[in-house]
């Protein structure tokens, strides 16, 4: 895969977003849109991903502890339907179960202080849930 995928981590109040690079290796956090309403938000996401150049835009969504779709995972479900309203672009569900802590961790590994970790971390959590699905795609390429 060529060009860069837009990875989404759908909050109730703020949405992170991150993109890949061109060879979709390395993914980083790119912005936090504050959410309005769902059409509000899925044309902003659009906008963002055509700016951007990408080629596929992927939306984190948050399964149980049994791999069962809960409420917040229907959420991102919504979205990600009002998103492919909004653009051609193949847009496609992967399971971000745990990014926010990963990115909490990330952000001790990196050493940053405990003051400055207090905070939003939407848009690493994006950042984490798009590295994880371009690295589970990689073999497959």
């Not at 991102?76 to 990115?103: F, H, K, N, Y």
């Amino acid at each position: 895969m060529s060009g860069r995928v837009l990875g989404v981590d759908p909050g109730d109040k703020r949405i992170g977003l991150a993109v890949s690079d061109l060879t979709g290796t390395i993914a980083r956090g790119l912005a936090v849109v504050n959410h309005v309403a769902r059409a509000v938000d899925a044309a902003t996401i659009a906008q963002i991903a055509a700016e951007q150049g990408a080629v596929k835009i992927i939306v984190g969504q948050a399964l149980d502890d049994e791999g069962q779709v809960g409420p917040a995972a229907r959420k991102a479900i919504r979205l990600a339907e009002a998103i492919r309203l909004q653009t051609d672009l193949p847009v496609e569900m992967w399971d971000e179960s745990g990014s926010t802590q990963t990115a909490q961790q990330t952000r001790i590994a990196m050493g940053v202080s405990r003051k400055k970790r207090s905070g939003h971390l939407d848009e690493l959590a994006a950042a984490v849930i798009l590295q994880s699905y371009l690295e589970a795609h990689r073999e497959t390429r």
